[in-house]
């Protein structure tokens, strides 16, 4: 029996201690935000939060995360739907291709910001590092960093986070 504190809720569920975090969060708790990539934590779309830290849930077994604090995709936007700033500069930035590395970049990203809420690029790039984007989206991804960072809130109360400049996107 493991104790799982998921997106605030407390969870007792029954299943082996060594099995991944990432399928007791999928397949246990019916979460399926957080994907499954390699398997082997080099590519980064399993990433969730454990006590806010940035974590691979691939490797990480059940036992580590009892009684800890993990935060999954799900849990990133406010319980009333107001999207995290990340999310907001997602969008205006228009970051997500495919879409399937999204909730590991986005996690690492909140987890980056809530230790250093003014990143460097070096600080970007270091913390982002093991999070891999198919569709080569990592300009935009870190413009998109840089905008959250700059509306210094967690959460947006708007569609767009003024950015001039629109660095590594479209409109």
């Not at 990539?37 to 830290?53: E, K, V």
């Not at 059940?62 to 993990?70: K, L, M, N, R, W």
């Amino acid at each position: 029996m493991a104790v799982l504190t998921v997106n605030g809720v407390k969870r007792e569920i029954d299943i082996d201690p060594s099995t991944p975090l990432l399928w007791a969060i999928r397949e246990q708790l019916g979460l399926t935000g957080t994907k499954f990539g390699c398997g082997i934590s080099q590519c980064g779309a399993c990433t969730i939060r454990l006590n806010g830290n940035a974590i691979r849930s691939c490797v990480t077994p059940v036992a580590a995360a009892d009684g800890q604090d993990i935060q999954t995709i799900e849990g990133l936007a406010a319980d009333d739907g107001t999207r995290h700033r990340l999310q907001t500069a997602w969008i205006k930035h228009q970051v997500p291709q495919c879409g399937y590395c999204q909730s590991g970049q986005l996690m690492s990203a909140a987890a980056l910001l809530e230790s250093n809420p003014d990143p460097t690029d070096d600080d970007i790039d270091t913390a982002m590092d093991g999070n891999i984007c198919r569709c080569g989206m990592y300009g935009r991804i870190k413009a998109a960093i840089k905008t959250a960072a700059k509306a210094g809130s967690d959460r947006a109360t708007s569609d767009a986070t003024d950015d001039a400049t629109n660095e590594g996107g479209v409109r």
